[in-house]
């Protein structure tokens, strides 16, 4: 269910965007994107084999102030121009972004959360659900998408998810050919470009914890070893 929520959520996400020209406008950047992110679902898919049947996606969309990227259940990804360009990112950095952002997908973080999300509505339709109530599964389809849309877009994923898509995306961007040190490298940059407070579109949806560029640091080499073997 969240990978079907999330293909559709993320498609209507995509069409306003679209509709502006701000998808895919820059041919090389999508290039360089593309070239990056399918060496690392080369890789997430000998993580977990059953991925090799979803239909991975990611757009760039052009948005130059605007430091974020994101993944839906499914393989559904998007990244935005400002976090390349703002924080001058190498090939190996932009792996660590597109890593983390895989690395919430093979977790399932997305069905974790909409779960939750949608318990506490679940409660007042199953019986209409259960009573053929035709209207009542369609706005249970429409809330999935809308939920798809909150949780892997908006809303902040928990320390816990984080940590484990922290540990997963240096593995993956290290098996792939990527420089795992590119990953506390990359926070360093977020946290110049943002402040100390760290106030951004990607820091308030990846809550940064008091250690996290530690934890990554403490993390490298572990993977570089696995990317190296």
């Given amino acids: 269910q969240a990978i079907q929520a999330s293909t559709e959520a993320y498609a209507q996400v995509l069409a306003p965007i679209q509709k502006q020209g ?3 406008h820059d041919v090389d950047m999508k ?3 593309d070239k990056i992110t399918a060496r690392l679902v080369a890789q997430a898919i000998q993580y977990r084999p059953e991925t ?3 239909d991975w996606q990611v757009a760039v969309i052009d948005d130059p102030k605007t430091l974020n990227a994101w993944c839906m259940a499914g393989g559904k990804m998007a990244i935005y121009s400002g976090i390349i360009t703002q924080l001058n990112l190498s090939d190996d950095e932009i792996a660590q972004v ?3 952002e895989i690395a919430h997908a093979l977790a399932k973080h997305t069905a974790e ?3 939750t999300a949608m318990a506490s509505q679940a409660a007042l339709q199953i019986g209409a659900v259960l009573l053929g109530n035709d209207s009542a599964t369609s706005q249970m389809a429409l809330q999935a998408a809308a939920v798809a849309t909150t949780v892997g877009v908006q ?3 928990s320390r816990q998810q984080e940590s484990e ?3 997963i995306g240096i593995e993956l961007a290290a098996k792939a050919g990527y420089d795992p040190h590119a990953a506390p490298r990359l926070w360093e940059k977020m946290l110049q470009a943002t402040g100390s407070k ?3 579109d990607f820091l308030s949806t990846h809550p940064q914890g008091e250690k996290r560029q530690e934890a990554l640091a403490a993390q490298v080499p572990f993977p570089k070893r696995l990317g190296t073997a």
Avoid: F, I
């Fill in 22 to 24: 701000k998808l895919n």
């Fill in 31 to 33: 290039a360089r994107v």
């Fill in 52 to 54: 090799e049947s979803w």
């Fill in 98 to 100: 597109m890593g983390h």
């Fill in 113 to 115: 959360r909409m779960s």
């Fill in 155 to 157: 809303l902040p994923n």
């Fill in 165 to 167: 898509a922290d540990r």
């Fill in 198 to 200: 760290g106030q951004s």
